[in-house]
């Protein structure tokens, strides 16, 4: 199988989040990032595709800080080629992203072949217009589900599972090619250690294709950016842990829990 | 100047979703600052019935058939889009869950008008639509304007009461033709949740461990302190992402909505999809290492603390609290 995985890098929500000045974005200086949660989940269900159905796995991203350790780690994984579009992930909007993947794998770079998945996360935390894997879908007029937890190769086909709420799946069956937002792999994505990473940085190459962003498509303009008024609804326990769990348990026993 | 507002109808098995009251809601507010009508939008195999619980809409545009059961965005959007033309709609509410995804992106494309995502807030000002989103988890809020009042939006479930959009009126019902197609994506079966080791629903203590629990022998932990309360762990998705506990015990928008007596969460964050399946809990008490966890805005209690060390302090505090 052709399996072509997006590698989105998110602001790392553990940090503090700040406005920047112009009240409309994120303030960058302190920001710290990370490979957005289900990305790292789409690169194992490939991995996991290849060692089962055979093929190549491709991971491509925009640029963004900290892409490159992304893209190594994952050719470190088992990935067989990284690539890098080098425009500014952090100034297109998601149409615009879209459409610049559905550029990429339409010319050579990345090229849909009848057996080709592409997987996008279902979705990253940052977006306030949706899922670049829907509108890759719509770009390339391919069949698109989202939040997929599973990927089963069968009769040239694919069985997927897809989430719905109160623990309920749905079975689909999907024609290739197809785009899969995946929400979860199988199995929990796979270690690697950092001495194997660092022997890819220097064995490996992260091949870049120049695509020219679209020229009309413009993102929503946000009006206003800010933090959420905390409704501080939670009473908060002082004193040292035995305090607090002294005063937890006697909150459980006033009112009958315990 | 606005004139149609389509509410896509969410159902699953044959029961309505509160998202679905939450989204007349909301099209009722706007058409009541703008004018135009509201259309639910109902798709299903079997779903007629519910037609009468949609009394909140002006209008129910009704596509009943066995291909509908569980369609993909492949037969959702072109649908739409006819709609969207036939009723001059010019804001379209899709449920923001695992359902819709993806449909409002879609229609926005092929309509050329812009797509708002995670709405939890939305008024009318001055003659524009102005749309509040949640963003990074939670911890961020931006505003948006639809200017002429055109858009695809998806509305975050829980944002808006579901009071305004129920009614005991009886809508007409219009039947509309779904355009024909041979889908790529077909729809087989559902698969139920495996409840045989517990169902998390039916406990009424539940401790509750996100990643702040560090790894999988902690999860005993949690185990021991949950049985001396009485209760069961869950945990938020990464938890069960990573293997730790089984998918029957997930908490939020994918997994189990449950509302205990207790809901202990430690290490948890507090997204909204984890807190959209907890949120009903009676008493909710936190314990998180960043004060500013939002997990604190849905608690009752809080304690900044390590939950790896409160853990084994509570159950002693709750064994002696016991013995007396
Ligand atoms: C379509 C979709 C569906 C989803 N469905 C679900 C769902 O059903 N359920 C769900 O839970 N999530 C769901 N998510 C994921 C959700 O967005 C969050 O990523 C997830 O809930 C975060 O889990 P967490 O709080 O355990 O982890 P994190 O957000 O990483 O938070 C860990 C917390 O632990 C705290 N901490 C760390 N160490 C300690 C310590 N020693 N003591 C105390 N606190 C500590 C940290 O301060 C932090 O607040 C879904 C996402 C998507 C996109
Ligand atoms: N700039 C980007 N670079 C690489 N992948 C991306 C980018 N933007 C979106 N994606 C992919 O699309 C998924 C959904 O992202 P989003 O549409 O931003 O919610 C991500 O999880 C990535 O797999």
């Known amino acids: ?258 | 100047m606005s004139t149609g507002i389509l509410v896509l109808v969410e159902h699953l098995k044959g029961t309505m979703a509160d998202i679905t009251f939450e989204m007349l809601g909301v099209g009722r507010k706007v058409a009541a600052a703008q004018g135009g009508q509201v259309h639910a939008v109902l798709l299903g195999k079997n779903v007629a019935a519910l037609a009468t619980r949609l009394g909140a809409a002006d209008s129910v545009l009704l596509a009943d058939e066995p291909s509908l059961e569980q369609s993909s965005a492949e037969v959702i959007v072109p649908l739409l889009q006819q709609l969207m033309a036939q009723k001059q709609a010019s804001l379209v509410l899709l449920g923001g869950t695992n359902a819709s995804f993806g449909l409002g992106v879609q229609l926005s494309a092929r309509m050329k008008v812009p797509f708002v995502n995670f709405c939890k807030g939305a008024r009318v000002e001055g003659g524009s639509l102005v749309l509040t989103s949640q963003l990074f988890s939670g911890k961020i809020l931006s505003d948006v304007k639809l200017a002429d009042g055109k858009g695809i939006v998806s509305i975050y479930p829980g944002a808006f009461p579901a009071e305004a959009g129920r009614s005991d009126k009886t809508p007409p019902v219009e039947k509309v033709a779904v355009p024909p197609g041979s889908p790529k994506v077909v729809f087989k079966r559902y698969i139920e949740p495996d409840t045989s080791d517990v169902d998390i629903t039916k406990q009424s203590v539940l401790v509750a461990v996100g990643r702040g629990i560090q790894n999988a022998d902690n999860i005993s932990l949690a185990e021991d302190l949950a049985k001396t309360l009485g209760g069961a762990v869950c945990a938020s998705r990464p938890v069960i992402d990573q293997g730790w506990l089984p998918l029957s015990r997930q908490v939020g928008k994918s997994g189990m909505s449950v509302a205990p007596k207790l809901y202990l969460a430690l290490g948890i964050s507090g997204a909204p999809e984890h807190c959209e399946g907890m949120k009903g809990a009676q008493l909710i008490v936190a314990i998180n290492t960043d004060p500013k966890a939002p997990i604190f805005d849905v608690a009752h209690y809080g304690a900044n603390a390590d939950c790896l060390e409160i853990i084994e302090l509570l159950k002693e505090a709750v064994e002696k609290k016991k013995t007396k």
């Open chain 1, 1 to 258: 199988m052709n399996l072509i995985v997006l590698l989105k890098m998110v602001p790392d929500t553990v940090e503090e989040l700040n406005v920047a000045s112009d009240g409309k974005s994120l303030d960058s200086e302190y920001l710290r990032f990370k490979l957005n949660d289900p990305d790292e989940h789409a690169l194992e269900e490939a991995l996991l595709l290849k060692e089962r159905a055979g093929g190549k796995v491709t991971v491509v991203a925009l640029d963004a800080p900290e892409v490159d350790d992304a893209l190594f780690m994952a050719l470190a994984k088992g990935a067989d080629r990284a690539v890098k579009i080098p425009a500014d992930q952090a100034s297109l909007g998601t149409v615009a992203t879209a459409r610049m993947f559905a550029t990429f794998l339409a010319s050579g770079g990345g090229q849909i072949t009848p057996d080709t998945l592409v997987l996008p996360g279902s979705q990253a935390i940052d977006d306030l217009e949706g899922e670049v894997a829907a509108y890759l879908g719509e770009a390339l007029s391919l069949p698109y589900v989202g939040v997929v937890s599973s990927v089963s190769p069968v009769n040239g086909k694919v069985v997927v599972l897809k989430e719905f709420s109160g623990g309920m799946r749905g079975e689909f069956e999907v024609t290739l090619p197809a785009v899969l937002g995946i929400q979860s792999a199988e199995k929990p994505p796979r270690y690697v250690p950092v001495a194997k990473v660092r022997a890819v940085m220097k064995s490996a190459k992260i091949e870049t294709a120049d695509i020219a962003p679209p020229e009309s498509a413009k993102a929503l303009a946000v009006e206003r950016m800010y933090k959420p008024e905390v409704a501080g609804r939670a009473q908060i326990l002082e004193g040292t842990p035995e305090d607090i769990a002294v005063r937890i348990a006697s909150l459980l026993a006033e009112r009958g829990i315990i």
